[in-house]
């Protein structure tokens, strides 16, 4: 009796231990299946070029500007020819990439914010509106929660990188004696330490690489390029300094090819790290910029710091547009569209290509179905949006406006009302803009009209 028992006891042991161990094989085999899965999700890069006019690359069809880096990333991409963001400026444009809303809804909602806590001094408020992005989603903060690391480098309006939820970056604010020196303190507000980025240096963003190449991460590369001041390196000017081009387009298009190697570097180092197969790469501009080959404005400030009449601060189609690229190994079949795409839409279809849901209060939809079949006319069938600044003699970052736009697929149309002026323009026959046709065709002026007076009620997005 004493023998069975000791015999059965001796087997309940063994099962347990066996029991044991298979439960833990199975939850390391579980741990070990999280890790691979985490590990598998893509990086994101998204570059954005800064007062890069859509014109001004290699396959926008521009021979006369160098820009093979970006030329080849296209030849590897889906390429939308007629991607629009919402301003003529950077800071919103730049915030709509982030937090997926547009300056229609977002700046209304940071004046809520303000109205519900009792803010009251102009003072207090602008300090308010430089930290209140970090009251709204984001979109480093939704990739956060699915295991991401996010590095911010370049342009940055919003004090500092941890407002956009970024984990790691380079603008960190600045400080009180900062403000009493203006010129010191704009350069902060625009960037700060992150504006070093690609001009003087890429240790940061390949330090960042180096320390979580392990994980997924998502890169925000916003170099101050092609932006003023026009001073590249003597080795991307040269390229252009034996053509007949003006020299105002001599140095913008230096600037251009600046950018453009940088983006080559930061492609080439992830190579090395043998990470590009599992990297998705976006490219977007801020705002435009018109810089012709002929056209000189080293002699005009307004123009030299802005483009020419259709570029930066001005109400024009090009102030708007840009070419948006979507670029992932086997994944993405390269290809174009001309389909109307918002820039809205780039956290949207960041999020649906890392397998997210993307919050209520982004306002994009997903690229995805347009790429996966590029021969169905899809994409949004206009595109409505309000310019509050336009260029200025007395004042280079602007004066306040109320303006309105729509881009259709035929049409390019502007209602100004601060200087009552409207101007339309046949998009099929003149993209740059050259013929106002308001007066040939009225009735459908007022179509826009009405259009934009419907919006304005609910200025979201239009499918």
Known sequence: MQKATLCSLLLFLAMKKILICCMALGLFSQC???????????????LVGDDQGYPYF???GADFVQTPHMDRLADQSFVFTQGYVPQNHCRPSLATLITG????????AVEQLIQDRGIDTPKDKQEFRFQAMQYFNSLPK???????????????WEFHYKNGGFTHGM???WTPEDRKNGSKWFKQF??????????????????????????????WYAPELPHYPFDAPDRYYNMYKNTDFSESAKRYYANCTWFDEGVGELKAYLGEKQLLDNTIFIYVNDNGWEQGPYQEFR??????HNGGDKGKLSVYDQSFRTPILFSWPKHIKPGSSEALVHSADIPSTILDLVGLEQPQSFEGQTLRPIWENPSVTIGRSKIIGKATQMRDEADMMGKKIEAYWVRDQDWFFRWNLTLDEKALFDMKNDPNNDY?????YPERVEEYIETIENWKKNPTLVD
């Open 32 to 46: 070990k299946s999280e890790v691979q899965k985490t590990a598998t999700k893509p990086n994101v890069v998204l």
């Open 58 to 60: 290699g396959f926008m």
């Open 101 to 108: 809303q547009t300056p229609t809804v977002y700046e209304p």
């Open 142 to 156: 939704v990739l956060a929660d699915a295991g991401y690391v996010s590095f911010q480098g370049g342009k940055w």
């Open 171 to 173: 603008t960190e604010g």
């Open 190 to 219: 625009m960037g700060g330490q992150g504006l070093e980025l690609a001009r003087a240096t890429m240790e940061p963003v390949y330090d960042f690489i180096d320390e979580h190449e392990k994980e997924p991460f998502f890169i």
């Open 299 to 304: 002699n005009d400030s307004l123009r030299w």
């Open 436 to 440: 106002d046709l308001v007066q040939k």
